[in-house]
């Protein structure tokens, strides 16, 4: 035992002076090394520290400076009156973009009331839809209530427009003769009179086509639509290509509509668009139509724009104008209006006597995208040329606006926020240096960590595999131990039972022949159990080693396994085990070792002995399946667990039970069964289920290579 513990104790010892003399040593002067670079880097980061925040206030102020001379430039008197006087009186809506095309962003003016007067959208006009008693007492007036009654309430469609024709001739103003030929159009079209329809339609669009109706809708627009509608209704092919042509105008802003009445009129013409799509007609006009449809619309982002001035940005300025009848001053200055996942920054200023004796107010939306791409980086070229300082702009979320992309922000930084324009970036400065010194200081921990980090791998590996060794050694130590003490055991019951018997036989001469066979009988099969246990052991010894054997010749598998079982059956029916057999005749001859499947058999049998300590049955069968011949060996025993299967055929491994402690075994049955069966080109399954006994079937194929002396 003192041996055993010395045995064990020592690598033990070893592996402590290992880690105490050559690990943690190793770690103190990773760690002290890494230390060192932290607080060199610290060192010349301090220098580097000293002027930058001057510089960075220096850097900010520049960009803040080329800020306030691009929106001067933008915000001249200059520009807001050539977008009151644009002289450019074939196109009805402009934008500050195609006006001036130099300016990225959008324009806006106010006047004195804060009504928004550019961009130019629909306004009503109440001069339209209310007629004074002149227009209301005179002939037209009558004649178009006449009228108007006979087609809604009589619904006396001649009637009322004969009254529209008079009405068209007594009209005082085209405007006015415009709305009676608008009536006279709905009536013929009520009445199906589709060809005098469009000649009325047609006249309307071509001569009054930038008049309004009452409800503020231009006839050029209600023209075209109602001609497409009396095409359907006559079954004709219907013009697509001026509802088209109608479309781009309205997205241009050729007729100046209200919001709800661009959107309503855009809805119902691609609805008619989509019509045309789905039924195959022009692909010409398919394709036109998909090409529009993916741009923007200028009229749209015109209104969008200019209902965003009148909701968002006007009462912030009415609030400042109501301060400032405190203050006595009205300060030009800037707003920053949160927009869904975005934001505008508008620009505002004062224009004193813009029109004789009133005050407007003129404003600039920036154009971010073209901040970001085109202005900021521009700005901070030249200042980093001036500088040679590193500049990034980034979002509250750390991205970077100029590049989109995320940004790793040197801790030795300067964060500035912008001071005149309410931005929401942050402007980070830093040295090159700085970033150099990080990226040299990074790799430097990195390339040590690493090796520090392998050495201790290497070194804890070491530790392991010293540690595995040494249980693998105290396993096996165990192993062999309880090995020598159980085939001792083993070896000692046919021994004591041999020297009974033949002591018996000595001295005892009035034995009868019975009982002088029944000694030879024992003392027979005994010594065959010895044989079997060394047999065992030599095997094993060989198979360790290298040097077993197989004596491979061609017989009867079957006459093998009879005359086994019936030099066994004697131990069987000693220790009460009823024994079932199937044995198949006819079986080919195949290429075995005689010697060595009786000695599978056996142990088969002496494991389902050992481990049936209740239910004493044992069924042996031999049998072809397919092209293999099964051996197979069953009991009803105390079975196998699942997590012991594949460890039952491990040299030296028996299953720890009750069972196992009371019965003796050497752990090798199993090992030489396994090992046997594989050099006959076989293999072994187990079936098991605990409490239910055990299926060992060996597998041995019937046409395996001949040998007449195989390793």
């Known amino acids: 035992m003192k041996i055993f513990s010395h045995r064990v104790l020592a690598p033990r010892k070893i592996i402590l002076i290992f880690l105490l003399a050559i690990f943690l040593p190793s770690l103190i002067a990773g760690y002290l090394s890494l230390s060192t670079f932290s607080k060199r880097r610290e060192a010349v980061k301090k220098i580097l520290e000293s002027n930058l925040w001057l510089s960075g206030e220096a850097a900010l102020n520049s960009i803040e400076g080329a800020l306030f001379d691009h929106e001067k430039k933008v915000l001249s008197r200059e520009n807001f009156l050539y977008l009151k006087h644009p002289h450019k009186a074939q196109q009805t809506f402009l934008s500050s973009s195609l006006l001036l095309k130099d300016i990225a962003g959008e324009l806006f003016l106010l006047d004195a009331d804060f009504q928004v007067i550019f961009p130019e959208i629909g306004r009503e006009d109440t001069s339209v839809l209310q007629w004074g008693k002149e227009v209301l007492n005179s002939q037209f007036g009558r004649l178009f209530q006449r009228a108007e009654y006979d087609e809604f309430s009589e619904k006396n469609y001649l009637q009322a427009a004969q009254l529209y024709k008079k009405c068209i001739s007594s009209a005082p103003s085209k405007q006015l003769q415009a709305i009676a030929l608008e009536g006279l159009g709905r009536c013929l079209l009520s009445s199906k009179k589709y060809d005098e329809a469009y000649k009325v339609y047609s006249d309307l669009g071509r001569n009054y086509g930038s008049y309004q109706n009452r409800a503020a809708h231009p006839f050029g627009i209600i023209a075209i639509l109602q001609l497409y509608e009396i095409d359907r209704q006559r079954s004709k092919e219907a013009n697509y290509e001026s509802v088209l042509d109608l479309y781009k105008q309205m997205r241009d802003g050729v007729w100046l509509l209200k919001p709800a009445a661009y959107d309503f009129y855009i809805t119902e013409i691609e609805s008619i668009l989509n019509s045309a799509v789905n039924e195959g007609n022009s692909p010409e006009i398919q394709k036109s139509f998909h090409e529009l449809r993916d741009q923007s619309s200028p009229y749209r982002q015109a209104l969008t724009f200019t209902d965003l001035i009148e909701r968002r940005v006007i009462p912030k300025l ?130 040590y960590g690493i090796l520090l980090t392998t050495m201790a791998a290497l070194m804890l590996l070491g530790a392991f595999l010293i540690a595995r060794d040494i249980s693998r050694e105290s396993e096996t130590t165990r192993l062999q131990s309880e090995f020598v003490h159980n085939i001792s055991h083993e070896l000692k019951t046919p021994l004591t039972l041999i020297r009974l018997y033949g002591e018996t036989l000595q001295r005892k001469e009035d034995l009868s022949s019975a009982e002088k066979r029944k000694s030879y009988e024992i003392i027979t099969k005994e010594s065959e159990r010895l044989s079997h246990l060394i047999n065992n052991v030599l095997d094993f010894s060989s198979i360790e080693m290298g040097r077993k054997e197989f004596n491979f010749k061609k017989g009867d598998l079957s006459q093998v396994v009879r005359d086994t079982l019936e030099s066994y059956r004697y131990h069987l029916e000693k220790k009460g085990f009823g024994i079932h057999t199937e044995i198949a005749s006819g079986l080919p001859q195949i290429n075995f070792d005689g010697e060595a499947i009786a000695s599978v058999l056996v142990n088969l049998l002496s494991n389902a002995m050992k481990f049936s300590p209740r239910n004493k049955q044992v069924s042996v069968k031999l049998f072809r399946d397919n092209a293999n011949a099964v051996l197979q060996v069953a009991d009803k025993g105390i079975g196998i667990l699942p997590g012991e299967v594949s460890k039952i055929f491990q040299r030296f491994y028996r299953v720890k039970n009750k069972i196992t402690a009371e019965t003796g075994g050497s752990g090798l049955g199993l090992t030489l069964v396994k090992y046997i069966t594989e050099a006959h080109g076989g293999r072994i399954q187990v079936e098991s289920e605990p409490e239910k006994g055990s299926v060992f079937s060996v597998i041995l194929p019937l046409a395996n290579p001949e040998s007449e002396n195989t390793e």
């Open 318 to 447: 009415r609030e400042k104008l109501f301060l400032s009848g405190i203050t006595g001053k009205f300060e030009p200055g800037r707003l920053l209006i949160p927009v869904e996942n975005d934001f505008c920054l508008i620009s505002y200023t004062t224009l004193a006597e813009f029109q004789p004796g009133e005050t407007f107010y003129g404003g600039y939306c920036w154009d971010l995208n073209s901040l970001k791409k085109e202005l900021l980086p521009e700005i901070l070229e030249d200042i980093t040329k001036d500088t040679d300082l590193l500049f990034q702009m980034v979002d509250q979320t750390g991205r970077n606006i100029l590049t989109g992309k995320e940004e790793s922000i040197s801790k030795i930084s300067l964060s500035l926020s912008y001071r005149q324009f309410p931005l929401p970036w942050r402007l980070i400065v830093s040295h090159r240096e700085i970033n150099v010194l990080e990226r040299t200081a990074r790799r430097e921990i990195f390339f």
